[in-house]
């Protein structure tokens, strides 16, 4: 087992991914786990507070989330980096990485063991449209997501380990055994197979977006979407292809 000196004990992992992708699912994997704690979008309504009413009304259940978590951000990061939920050895963390805004001070993240999950951006945009149609890349989380990962080589002279939803779906056990090594905990079999329904640890947004994952009890086969970006939205995917490629650069791979 690798050792990272930045890895803190207990492990807090936070994982920052952008929106339609598997972060659910890999919500799931980790929370099966008996020695992991597992939290859900912590930010989320620190995010939709400093957002304007426009796009917290493309939110369902908005108002729900707003009363459901904390909208001072300083108090959801000295939650996240205080005593984990039950005393366990191993906090998962599920981020968006569009809720860190720039007004949330970043030296807190410090404290915790920082991941990505990324996705291919013809695949995430395709998805995305479906919900909001005219997307910005900073919708999609990934310059936050560059952003935030050289931020956090610079300050600690490591890489943060990077994990594609592709790579996961395809050889589940390959990619989770890896990053398991790289953060320092052991790999436990427990992560690639849950229960069917909701878990305690869900977001108030559950019912409205995870009706896929309530049925699930593993992770899907891959399978390509060989759906095309609309010609109007080519500036966003080039934009989202470099961003993506800065990253996926340092996959790991099973």
Same mark, same amino acid.
């Given at each position: 087992?690798?050792?990272?000196?930045?890895?803190?004990?207990?492990?807090?992992?936070?994982?920052?991914?952008?929106?339609?992708?598997?972060?659910?699912?890999?919500?799931?994997?980790?929370?099966?786990?008996?020695?992991?704690?597992?939290?859900?979008?912590?930010?989320?309504?620190?995010?939709?507070?400093?957002?304007?009413?426009?796009?917290?009304?493309?939110?369902?259940?908005?108002?729900?989330?707003?009363?459901?978590?904390?909208?001072?951000?300083?108090?959801?990061?000295?939650?996240?980096?205080?005593?984990?939920?039950?005393?366990?050895?191993?906090?998962?963390?599920?981020?968006?990485?569009?809720?860190?805004? !720039?007004? /949330? &001070?970043?030296?807190? $993240? @410090?404290?915790?063991?920082?991941?990505? #999950?990324? %996705?291919?951006? =013809?695949?995430?945009?395709?998805?995305?449209?479906?919900?909001?149609?005219?997307?910005?890349?900073?919708?999609?989380?990934?310059?936050?997501?560059?952003?935030?990962?050289?931020?956090?080589?610079?300050?600690?002279?490591?890489?943060? !380990?990077? /994990? &594609?939803?592709?790579? $996961? @779906?395809?050889?589940?056990?390959?990619? #989770?055994? %890896?990053?398991? =090594?790289?953060?320092?905990?052991?790999?436990?079999?427990?992560?690639?197979?849950?229960?069917?329904?909701?878990?305690?640890?869900?977001?108030?947004?559950?019912?409205?977006?995870?009706?896929?994952?309530?049925?699930?009890?593993?992770?899907?086969?891959?399978?390509?979407?060989?759906?095309?970006?609309?010609?109007?939205?080519?500036?966003?995917?080039?934009?989202?292809?470099?961003?993506?490629?800065?990253?996926?650069?340092?996959?790991?791979?099973?």
């Amino acid at each position: 087992m690798s050792h990272n000196p930045f890895v803190s004990t207990p492990v807090r992992i936070a994982m920052w991914s952008g929106p339609r992708n598997i972060s659910t699912a890999l919500m799931r994997s980790w929370g099966n786990r008996s020695d992991c704690a597992a939290t859900d979008e912590p930010l989320y309504a620190h995010y939709l507070n400093v957002s304007p009413i426009s796009v917290r009304h493309a939110h369902p259940g908005w108002c729900d989330v707003m009363h459901s978590q904390s909208t001072d951000w300083r108090v959801v990061a000295d939650q996240l980096t205080g005593p984990v939920p039950g005393g366990k050895p191993i906090w998962y963390q599920k981020h968006m990485s569009h809720h860190l805004t !720039p007004e /949330i &001070d970043r030296a807190w $993240v @410090l404290g915790l063991t920082n991941c990505f #999950l990324i %996705r291919e951006p =013809e695949e995430m945009i395709t998805s995305f449209i479906k919900v909001i149609p005219e997307p910005r890349p900073e919708d999609l989380g990934l310059p936050q997501q560059v952003e935030l990962f050289e931020w956090i080589r610079e300050q600690t002279g490591q890489t943060p !380990p990077v /994990i &594609d939803s592709k790579d $996961v @779906l395809t050889n589940p056990r390959g990619v #989770l055994s %890896r990053i398991c =090594e790289r953060i320092g905990v052991p790999f436990d079999e427990a992560m690639l197979a849950w229960p069917p329904g909701p878990r305690p640890e869900d977001g108030v947004w559950a019912p409205h977006w995870y009706s896929s994952v309530y049925e699930s009890m593993s992770f899907a086969q891959y399978k390509p979407k060989n759906e095309t970006v609309p010609d109007h939205l080519t500036g966003v995917l080039e934009t989202c292809r470099g961003l993506y490629g800065i990253l996926a650069e340092h996959r790991i791979k099973a």
